[in-house]
């Protein structure tokens, strides 16, 4: 899928998704585990506006799916950052600041988003990416033992 943008090939099929949500992003927490699917979505979204879109279309397209994932971002990372708290998740303040400097890559890519290039654009799909696999899939786990076994207190 991300080989697709690598290799040059820039006509995948229209239903070719970048990111499948396997169970690698489930983390056994219901609510979160469905913003983490949407969060995928929105990722898949604003991949394909950047690779099936003409120059245009791409940047009305893109424009569209950063505005979500911006306004999705704080909605998620504030109910994944008062679960950490409440249940006293040591590694609270490394976390909140990772999601601190995403939210503030992705608001930033939203406010130049008319320079952006295909080149760019690409770019910052493949950061999406990353950040998804490394920290839905790796950092939320942290936290996840934490928050159940408060779970199970109450």
């Known amino acids: 899928m991300i ?11 229209e239903n070719e998704n970048l990111i499948v949500c396997e169970d ?19 990722c898949n979204a604003l991949y394909k ?10 940047k009305g397209a893109v424009s569209i799916a950063l505005r979500e994932c911006t306004d999705y971002v704080k ?30 890559t992705v608001l930033e890519k939203s406010q130049n ?6 080149h760019s654009s690409t770019e910052f799909v493949r950061f999406l990416y990353d950040w998804i696999l490394s920290h839905i899939a790796h950092t939320d786990r942290l936290y996840v033992d934490d928050l159940k076994a408060y779970l199970g207190k109450k």
Not at 3 to 13: A, Y
Not at 24 to 42: N, R, S, Y
């Open 3 to 13: 080989e697709t943008m690598e290799s040059g090939n820039i006509n995948p099929p």
């Open 24 to 42: 690698l992003f489930l983390i056994g927490i219901p609510i979160i585990d469905d913003e983490h699917k949407h969060l995928v979505k929105l």
């Open 75 to 104: 909605t998620h990372f504030a109910h994944e950052e008062k679960l950490m708290q409440v249940c006293g998740y040591k590694d609270f303040d490394m976390h909140k600041t990772e999601h601190a400097e995403f939210a503030k």
């Open 49 to 58: 506006a950047v690779i099936l879109g003409n120059n245009a279309v791409r």
């Open 113 to 118: 988003f008319e320079k952006e290039t295909f």
